[in-house]
């Protein structure tokens, strides 16, 4: 593999983390500003994923209802959990939550496949863990502690189900695929029997909740995370992990251009924290974690 990424592969990745953090805002608005039923929007956003990547389907792969219950944790339940989160709380600070997904991944390699972790990583992992529960315990992240525990939940359920993908004999797209099915087996129901206004939240502005359908579904799922999985086939994960954690800080001054978060100096030195701690989780070598699910944001 190549010891340098080039600057074609290094403005994909500007691409990726570019649609990665404003797809929070653009869920923060979907849910809280459009008030689409959170587990509506998630139904969306798979339908769209399988109507786009339909003809991957054909072909059936091994243990399909293990692909189908990770590929369910990893996209439609973690992404329902979050959505229910950005009712109430701030791209800024969901974002910064979403960096639990890398101690917590190392956790549960620790708990089910015996991974081993020395100082260096048990050390980032504390920090960022640190670093997540002070920006949730930051002014601006206490006053929607409830919508930031949805989050959690959210990036808790899809770094568990990350830690088998690895075991999975199943193209990274093709899994997106199988995963818009299961999710959309669970949402449909989910949403009809839990939530209501569906019709009236996509009549009242159907031109935007098409956008944000279009923008998550086609521009991320499809186009970003197909982009960012390719290039795991050719270039060493070291080199393109790393670059993953811009998104945070994306997503931080996405937020607060367009969706006025508040930015304090707790939720700013909590992030701190926690991008450095990733970023010693993710340089360090790994027998069982698949990377490229290491950091990527859980929406």
């Known amino acids: ?89 701030s791209p800024s600070a969901v974002g910064i939550v979403n960096l639990a997904g890398a101690p917590l991944t190392v956790l549960f390699t620790i708990i089910f496949l015996g991974e081993e972790v020395r100082w260096r990583r048990g050390i980032g992992m504390a920090l960022a863990l640190g670093g997540v529960g002070l920006a949730i315990g930051s002014p601006s992240g206490s006053s929607s ?49 839990l939530e209501s206004g569906q019709a009236d939240a996509v009549e009242a502005a159907p031109l935007a909740v098409a956008g944000c359908v279009l923008f998550a579904g086609l521009v991320v799922s499809v186009g970003a995370h197909s982009a960012y999985f390719r290039l795991f086939q050719t270039y060493d994960a070291n080199l393109i992990v790393p670059l993953t954690l811009l998104t945070p800080l994306l997503t931080i001054a996405f937020g607060t251009w367009l969706t006025g978060d508040t930015i304090g100096w707790p939720l700013l030195t909590g992030g701190a924290l926690a991008i450095l701690g990733v970023a010693i989780i993710v340089i360090r070598p790994s027998r069982n974690i698949f990377k490229p699910l290491l950091v990527r944001p859980r929406l």
């Open 1 to 89: 593999m190549p010891k340098n990424l080039p600057l074609s592969a290094l403005g994909i990745m500007l691409f990726c983390n570019v649609a990665w953090a404003l797809n929070v805002v653009v869920s923060k608005i979907a849910v809280s500003t459009l008030g689409l039923p959170p587990l509506f929007y998630t139904v969306l956003r798979s339908a769209m994923v399988l109507v786009v990547l339909f003809p991957l389907l054909r072909e059936i792969p091994a243990r399909l209802p293990m692909v189908l219950a990770i590929g369910f944790a990893v996209t439609g339940g973690s992404f329902g959990l979050q959505f229910v989160g950005l009712q109430t709380a």
């Open 145 to 193: 502690i409830v919508g930031l525990s949805f989050a959690f939940a959210g990036v808790l359920i899809g770094a568990f189900a990350s830690v088998f993908v690895k075991r999975l004999a199943i193209g990274s797209v093709a899994l997106q695929a199988w995963a818009a099915v299961a999710s959309l087996v669970v949402m449909l129901p989910a949403t009809l029997l």
